[in-house]
């Protein structure tokens, strides 16, 4: 089972930035996707964000042009970078491993942004 566990959560102003990172207990290259999602109190897990072993990168509307995916493969790490954040960016991030055989998840990290 592939182990994830996520960092970087914190509470920041509107317009401010923060990097959450997700280290991995095996090579990323060998999971074929890795995304991430946020879930605020009372509502749906959403997907913002994913990134192939090839590195193809897409994002959920809401968060397109502000937010940037990257992987370091050496470190089996994979990044989300958050830029002008608005306070319905607030939520519990969490990352995702998915292959053809299991679809694993982190224990998640608290992002609040005040308005």
């Known amino acids: 089972q592939v182990q994830l566990v996520e960092a970087g959560g914190g509470m920041v102003q509107a317009g401010g930035s923060l990097r959450l990172s997700c280290a991995a207990s095996?090579?990323?290259?060998?999971?074929?996707?890795m995304r991430w999602y946020r879930q605020a109190p009372g509502k749906q897990r959403d997907w913002v964000a994913i990134?192939?072993?090839?590195?193809?990168?897409n994002y959920a509307d809401s968060v397109k042009g502000r937010f940037t995916i990257s992987r370091d493969n050496a470190k089996n790490t994979v990044y989300l970078q958050m830029n002008s954040l608005k306070p319905e960016d607030t939520g519990a991030y969490y990352c995702?491993?998915?292959?053809?055989?299991?679809?694993?998840w982190g224990q998640g990290t608290q992002v609040t942004v005040s308005s």
């Open positions: 995702n491993a998915k292959g053809g055989t299991y679809d694993y």
């Open positions: 095996e090579s990323i290259f060998s999971i074929p996707v």
């Open positions: 990134i192939t072993n090839r590195g193809s990168t």
